[in-house]
C-alpha cells in the first residue's frame, strides 16, 4: 500500500500540469468586457457553419454543414444544405421548420432540447451566457482567442450536457465554435467561419410561409 | 372512503383511450387463409430484398417524431456492430426479436444541432437504452420503440415460415408469423414482389404499424412508423446507408 501512495501523488501531479491554465482576473475581465461589446454591437451575423456529432461509443459521426444567420434580439435561422436542405427559423419562442416544401410551426416550449440550445447560442451571441447563473464559469487561453468554458449547474440542464465549450475571438470576440457536450459521452462541435458582421439581413430571412 | 372524483375521471378517460385504441387491430381487415403460395409466387417472394439484410452496416434518416404534443424532429443514425461491442445498459426490455447471428443494432436519435434524444441497442431478446433525454424517460415508451424497431429491424421470414392470406378487396398477399408472442403481418403486392407494409404487437399497448417505400433497394427511402394506442408518429426518410 505505502508503494502505491508516491506513484498515485506522481499521477495527480502530472494531472494538474496537464490542466490548462485558467485565464487571469484582468483577462477575464478583457473578455468580458469585449464580448459584451461585440454583443451591444452586432445587429446582424451572416456566417457559415460546419457541424460535427461525434458518437463516441458508436465511433461515428455525423457531419452537417449550412448557413447562419442571426438579427438582434432574438432571431436566428439555420439552412442546413449537408446531408440535406433544410430550414430551421427562430423567432423569439417560435420554430419553424421547412424541410421537403412542408412547413412545420411550433413553440420552442414544446421541445426542450431545442429551447435550450436556442438560449445557449443566442446566450453566447448577446453575451448574456457569460452572466447566467444557471453554468458555473471559467476561462482559459486558446489558438485564436478565448476559451470559455461552462458548467450547468441546474439539474434540468445537467441531464443533457456535462459542458460547453464556447471559443471567442481574440479580435472581435464573436463566437468562433461552440461544443457541446453530452452526458452520454458524445459531444457536437459546430465552426462558424466566412462570419460577416452587421450586414444588412432583410427582415424575410427569418419569415417563413 | 369515497375515491376522489378527479383520479375516478382521469382512470375512466385513460381506461376509454385504452379500450378505443385497443381495438385498433394489427391484423389487416378482410383477410381469408389461403395455402401454401405457388412455387411461382414463393419464388418471387424469396427474391424481394431483405430490408436492413445481414451485411447492412449503416444508415443515415432524416426523422420526425410526434408524441401527442410533442414535435421532435432531427436525425436518426441506424448501425450494426458485432456483439463485442455490446454493453451494459441503464435499463433493458425484453421483446423477442431475431436478428441476423451475434450483432447489436445501435439506434441514436438527434436533433438538427447534434444532441441526443435516445440512444438505444437492439440485442437479439431486448431493447438497452443507452442514453436518453429525460422527458422521454418512460418504461411504456421503450417497450413500443422495442417492438417498433424489432419489427423494423427483424429479417423477412421464408416463404414457408409463414401463414398466408389473401385480402379480398386487392388481393394483396399477406404473411402471418410469430415468435412467441410477437405477432407480424406483412403485406406484400399480389404478385409477392413488393412489400407495402408491416404490422405487429407483442401487447395492446406496442401496436405497431410500418409503411414502407422501398424502390426495390435493400434500405427503404422512406418508413412510417406507427403506434396508435400512445399516438406516436415517426416519419424517416434515407439520406444515406451502406
Redesign the interface.
Known amino acids: 500500500m505505502l508503494k502505491i501512495i508516491p506513484f498515485f501523488f506522481l499521477i495527480s501531479s502530472l494531472t494538474l500540469q496537464a490542466q490548462q491554465k485558467n485565464l487571469d482576473a484582468v483577462t477575464i475581465q478583457l473578455v468580458r468586457e469585449g464580448v459584451a461589446l461585440a454583443a451591444q454591437t452586432t445587429q446582424t451575423i451572416s456566417c457559415d457553419f460546419t457541424q460535427q456529432k461525434e458518437m463516441s461509443m458508436l465511433k461515428d459521426q455525423i457531419i452537417s454543414r449550412g448557413k447562419f444567420f442571426f438579427k438582434k434580439e432574438q432571431s436566428l435561422r439555420w439552412e442546413y444544405t449537408y446531408p440535406f436542405s433544410y430550414l430551421i427559423v427562430i423567432h423569439n419562442d417560435e420554430v419553424t421548420i421547412r424541410s421537403d416544401d412542408n412547413v412545420t410551426k411550433f413553440s420552442a416550449q414544446t421541445n426542450k432540447v431545442f429551447t435550450e440550445i436556442n438560449r445557449i447560442i443566442l446566450g453566447s451571441i448577446r453575451g448574456t451566457i457569460l452572466n447566467d447563473s444557471s453554468f458555473s464559469t471559467s476561462f482559459y487561453p486558446a489558438n485564436t482567442g478565448y476559451l470559455v468554458k461552462l458548467v450547468p449547474l441546474s439539474p434540468g440542464l445537467r441531464e443533457n450536457l456535462t459542458k460547453i465549450m464556447i471559443f471567442f475571438n481574440r479580435t472581435d470576440f464573436t463566437v468562433d465554435k461552440l461544443e457541446l457536450y453530452e452526458q452520454a459521452g458524445d459531444y457536437t462541435i459546430i465552426d462558424f467561419s466566412e462570419k460577416k458582421i452587421n450586414a444588412p439581413l432583410p427582415d424575410q430571412t427569418f419569415l417563413l410561409d | 372512503m369515497h375515491p376522489c372524483p378527479i383520479r375516478l375521471f382521469c382512470l375512466i378517460n385513460l381506461l376509454a383511450c385504452l379500450a378505443l385504441s385497443g381495438c385498433v387491430s394489427v391484423k389487416p381487415k378482410g383477410l381469408s387463409e389461403t395455402p401454401m403460395l405457388s412455387e411461382n409466387l414463393c419464388a418471387t417472394f424469396e427474391q424481394i430484398p431483405v430490408l436492413f439484410r445481414e451485411e447492412f452496416e449503416?444508415a443515415?434518416f432524416?426523422a420526425t417524431l410526434d408524441i401527442g404534443?410533442?414535435?421532435?424532429?432531427g436525425?436518426l443514425?441506424i448501425?450494426r456492430?458485432p456483439d463485442t461491442?455490446w454493453?451494459s445498459t441503464v435499463q433493458d426490455f425484453l421483446i423477442p426479436y431475431h436478428p441476423p447471428v451475434k450483432t447489436i443494432t445501435?439506434i441514436?436519435f438527434?436533433?438538427?444541432?447534434?444532441?441526443?434524444?435516445f440512444?438505444l441497442e437492439l440485442k437479439p431478446d431486448s431493447l438497452g437504452v443507452?442514453?436518453c433525454?429525460?422527458?422521454m424517460n418512460k418504461q411504456a415508451l421503450w417497450k413500443v420503440f422495442g417492438t417498433a424497431f424489432a419489427l423494423l429491424m427483424s429479417p423477412k421470414p421464408s416463404c414457408k415460415e409463414c401463414s398466408w392470406f389473401i385480402q379480398h378487396q386487392t388481393n394483396a398477399l399477406t404473411c402471418h408469423y410469430s415468435i412467441g408472442n410477437f405477432q407480424r403481418w406483412y403485406n406484400y403486392s399480389p404478385e409477392a414482389n413488393i412489400l407495402y407494409s408491416c404490422n405487429g404487437r407483442t401487447t395492446l399497448l406496442d401496436k405497431t404499424f410500418i409503411q414502407y417505400l422501398s424502390n426495390g433497394q435493400e434500405l427503404p427511402t422512406r418508413i412510417n412508423i406507427g403506434n396508435p394506442v400512445i399516438k406516436m408518429k415517426f416519419r424517416l426518410?434515407l439520406?444515406?446507408g451502406s
Open positions: 449503416k443515415l432524416k404534443k410533442h414535435h421532435l424532429t436525425l443514425f448501425k456492430m461491442a454493453i445501435r441514436l438527434s436533433n438538427e444541432f447534434g444532441m441526443t434524444y440512444d443507452i442514453y433525454f429525460e422527458p426518410v439520406l444515406s
